[in-house]
């Protein structure tokens, strides 16, 4: 992977009110992302950052506004045919699959050849630093390397964008900040626009190139980290 193919992903007064509900659980979030670039969805449970995550992902149709992708809007496409490659909050492996048949899933999902699949897939693990586990089963692996196959997982795939959900969250602090690094070297490696859901300031300060502060659906401020710490917009 080479980072001329990355793509930049525009966010165009994106809002979901879901059924019945009084407020919108996304409102009005427009958002202009470089190509290459790492922004943290930084804001309180609640907000709405995995319903922006989803409707990128597109396992939820929004309400209104648009997402564009590459200067294309991706909206009417099913979620598999939208390139863009998403790691859980659980992760989310197959449990009765190798960490290596997780990797391939999206490709033999796809009808690549096998041996394609299989020598892909290995290439994944290899990069996330996981090739020496590839026939372990992801209850045999600890919780930072379901992380990395989960994520080599999404990558297998050349998405256009890369989408992770509080990556992080079920990790132990020391655990974290090894993956926080690993996260983000492979996120340079790969050369792909990223989008990072957390809770937590310091992680969104120290990994992402701009930060996207969110509460209660509205975007209240994106900026680089240095400028939302010396500055923030609001008290929140
Ligand atoms: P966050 O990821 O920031 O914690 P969510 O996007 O999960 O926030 O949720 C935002 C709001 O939308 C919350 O009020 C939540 O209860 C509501 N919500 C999330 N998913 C659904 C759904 N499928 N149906 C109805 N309401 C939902
Ligand atoms: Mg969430």
Redesign the pocket.
């Known amino acids: 992977m080479t980072s001329s193919t990355a793509f930049d992903l525009k966010l165009d007064a994106v809002t979901q009110r ?1 059924k019945g ?1 009084a407020t919108a ?1 996304v409102d009005a979030v427009t958002l202009e992302i470089a190509a290459g670039e790492l922004v943290a969805l930084l ?1 309180p ?7 922006l995550l989803r409707i990128i992902a597109g396992f939820v149709q929004q309400t209104s506004g648009r997402v564009v992708v590459g200067g294309r809007p991706i909206d009417e496409l099913p979620p598999h045919r939208r390139e863009v490659g998403v790691v859980f909050q659980n992760y989310a492996l197959f449990p009765h699959m190798t960490a290596l048949d997780n990797v391939a899933y999206g490709l033999a999902a796809r009808g690549a050849p096998r041996a394609q699949q299989q020598a892909k897939a290995r290439e994944m693990l290899e990069m996330v630093q996981m090739a020496h586990l590839a026939e372990r089963l992801p209850r045999e692996m600890s919780g930072g390397q379901q992380q990395r196959v989960a994520l080599a997982r999404a990558l297998a795939v050349d998405p256009r964008i890369l989408l992770l959900d509080e990556p992080f969250g079920a990790l132990d602090k020391s655990l974290r900040l090894d993956m926080q690094i690993e996260v983000k070297r492979i996120q340079r490696l790969a050369g792909i626009t990223c989008i990072m ?1 957390t809770h937590d300031q310091e992680e969104a300060l120290s990994m992402a190139d701009r930060v996207a502060v969110i509460n209660q659906g509205r975007l209240e401020q994106f900026d680089v980290p240095n400028e939302i710490y010396d500055r923030p917009a609001t008290l929140f």
Do not use: D
């Open positions: 879901y509900a659980a804001g449970s609640g907000c709405g950052k995995t319903t859901v």
